[in-house]
């Protein structure tokens, strides 16, 4: 005897997708021929706004850690369209919907531990309200040890704290985790939040001052610990967007520069 299962699989089916997670569009990097600049997502190399951001960076990252435009691409005028690129008020863009550890960050190039250096940037977080629930912002990665000494992050529920900008640091190599400090309110799409990360061999420092507009500075600064103790170490900044939840990751940047280091990645 042969029994009909269509209804049944059907409605098997439905209630499969009525519990499934949320599905997101597959994100890649296009094709060189498809990096073109148009009158409203522009270049970031469209006037000399972002120089000091550009200029200085290895490559851009996305949607892994894996090389997507170059520099010497980036300095042509290679955009990701509706990614990555200048808006027509003069923002550099970083933009996508995707899962926990997507990314899309200009990756600075490599610079000595034993070197100052200084990230300066200002940026809105537009549908903030809407974005996942947490991301990174900019941070110092080191690639000897292969983690973030110290990274900021949109954190919209942590510790029963709404809506802040978090610092993130390890103060030794050895540390498992990072620990974590709420700094200031997140920015909307209305308010700026300014920033600078000084890494500071002299004074064995990373810190951080960020003000939100109308709101006054906060200053935040951690011990380097052993991460300064071996010239031969090598770290780099990463500014953009890198995703540490499912979700639209968005971050507007009206300033950012990126110091220049000295030699690229080996990998």
């Known amino acids: 005897m042969r029994f009909k299962l269509t209804s049944l699989s059907s409605a098997m089916a439905a209630i499969l997708i009525a519990n499934a997670s949320p599905a997101y569009a597959e994100i890649s990097c296009p094709s060189s021929g498809d990096r073109k600049a148009t009158e409203t997502q522009k270049s970031a190399t ?9 200029n200085n960076v290895y490559r851009l990252q996305f949607p892994t850690s894996s090389s997507c435009i170059n520099a010497r691409d980036l300095k042509k005028g290679q955009i990701i369209p509706n990614h990555f690129y200048q808006d027509v008020d003069g923002n550099l863009i970083f933009k ?26 200002q940026f809105t977080l537009p549908n903030r309200d809407s974005s996942a629930a947490r991301f990174t912002i900019a941070q110092i990665f080191s690639e000897t040890a292969r983690n973030p000494i110290f990274r900021i992050s949109y954190e919209r529920n942590k510790n029963k704290l709404k809506n802040k900008i978090w610092a993130w640091y390890r103060v030794n190599k050895d540390d498992p985790k990072a ?12 308010k700026a939040l300014s920033f600078i990360i000084a890494y500071s061999v002299k004074h064995s420092k990373i810190v951080i001052r960020c003000v939100k507009s109308g709101e006054k500075e906060i200053a935040f600064a951690s011990d380097l610990g052993t991460y300064k103790d071996n010239a031969d170490d ?5 500014a953009g967007c890198y995703s540490q939840s499912d979700g639209k990751c968005e971050v507007s940047y009206s300033a950012l520069s990126i110091p220049a280091g000295f030699e690229n990645s080996k990998d």
């Open 96 to 121: 996508f919907d995707g899962k926990r550890s997507n990314r899309l960050e200009l990756r600075g190039e490599n610079y000595p531990a034993n070197s100052d250096q200084v990230l300066k940037g």
């Open 46 to 54: 469209d006037g000399d706004k972002f120089d000091a951001a550009i």
């Open 234 to 238: 090598r770290y780099y900044f990463k």
């Open 179 to 190: 620990t974590s400090q709420p700094l200031c309110n997140a920015p909307d799409d209305e």
